[in-house]
């Protein structure tokens, strides 16, 4: 189970980090930022899209261990 949630974590991170970047893109951030400022904003990113990845991992695996409680 740890390794699937482990998994299910990176997966999840790498979509919404790849969903992040399209909506910045979309919304026309500005890309003429200089090397520190476009790291900061990178890993700003990836912190994000990790920590939705851990709360909706927590979640689902949530839902599925009290289904089996319940069920």
């Given at each position: 189970?740890?390794?699937?949630?482990?998994?299910?974590m990176?997966v999840?991170?790498?979509?919404v980090?790849?969903?992040?970047r399209?909506?910045e893109?979309?919304?026309?951030?500005?890309?003429?930022r200089?090397?520190v400022a476009g790291?900061?904003?990178k890993l700003?990113?990836?912190?994000?899209?990790?920590?939705?990845?851990?709360?909706?991992?927590?979640?689902?695996?949530?839902?599925?261990?009290?289904?089996?409680?319940l069920?």
């Amino acid at each position: 189970m740890v390794k699937l949630s482990l998994l299910l974590m990176v997966v999840a991170t790498v979509f919404v980090a790849m969903g992040l970047r399209w909506r910045e893109e979309r919304l026309g951030v500005a890309r003429t930022r200089g090397l520190v400022a476009g790291g900061k904003a990178k890993l700003n990113r990836w912190v994000t899209a990790a920590a939705i990845s851990a709360i909706g991992t927590s979640v689902a695996l949530g839902v599925l261990h009290w289904a089996r409680v319940l069920g």
